[in-house]
């Protein structure tokens, strides 16, 4: 017979009844895929705009941007968007740049979360303080920024009070931090989150490599402009 057989004599097809498991496994797989609105980095990425409802504020959004969209329990209302860019200049994926997309390249990713509901960075800081886990006293630090660290936690804070987040509050960068040994292993940078609430009420977390650190001023200026274009 060409139907290959155990060792016992029974056949080794998969039981039926475990085929129908694997099949609705795969077809839950397809559906959440769907329902979560991922958008892989494409070889040829389409501007096709599509519109994204976070919260009570409604963007525009052209696909080549989006990297990951999850729907909220509200009927057309989204929870989360995810952003993709190229920095600098916060550009989409598009042709020319797909490839910046196949491996880590800490100079020129950036991610941009838009979500309904967040913590500003600057609270986050003060909650840890006050919690006795970082000193209240920081470091003076480059870029005209105070560090305050301790262990894995390590955030920077802008010591210029010109530049504050909408709702007034200092802007601020939380990075995580990992051992050396984590970061020889598997090649990890370490990543810098600023998060705040924007003007109409949506919140944004940009996310950037701590090797442009430098660069924070450029990198939130060109964030909210971005949201200021990308919104209807």
Excluded at 202 to 217: C, E, G, K, P, Y
Aim: glycine share 6%.
């Amino acid at each position: 017979m060409d139907q290959a057989s155990g060792d016992d004599g029974s056949s080794a097809r998969m039981p039926s009844h475990m085929l129908v498991r694997v099949i609705g496994f795969l077809a839950v797989l397809s559906g959440c895929l769907l329902i979560l609105g991922i958008f892989p980095a494409a070889e040829n990425p389409t501007s096709e705009v599509v519109e994204i409802n976070i919260g009570e504020r409604g963007y525009l959004i052209p696909k080549n941007y989006l990297g990951v969209v999850r729907p909220s329990r509200s009927a057309h209302r989204h929870e989360r968007a995810v952003l993709w860019l190229t920095w600098p200049g916060m550009e989409p994926r598009t042709k020319a740049n797909a490839h910046l997309w196949k491996r880590r390249m800490p100079r020129r990713q950036i991610r941009i979360h838009i979500e309904a509901q967040g913590t500003e960075t600057y609270d986050k800081l003060q909650n840890l303080i006050r919690l006795g886990e970082l000193d209240l006293n920081p470091e003076e630090w480059d870029y005209g920024l105070a560090r305050y660290a301790k262990k894995e936690w390590q955030f920077f804070v802008v010591k210029d009070r010109t530049f504050q987040t909408p709702l007034g509050k200092p802007l601020a960068f939380k990075c995580n931090d990992v051992s050396p040994r984590t970061r020889e292993l598997f090649e990890v940078e370490l990543l810098c989150i600023s998060e705040y609430m924007l003007p109409d009420g949506s919140w944004i977390i940009v996310h950037f490599f701590l090797a442009n650190l430098d660069q924070w001023r450029e990198i939130d200026a060109s964030a909210r402009a971005l949201m200021d274009r990308l919104r209807r």
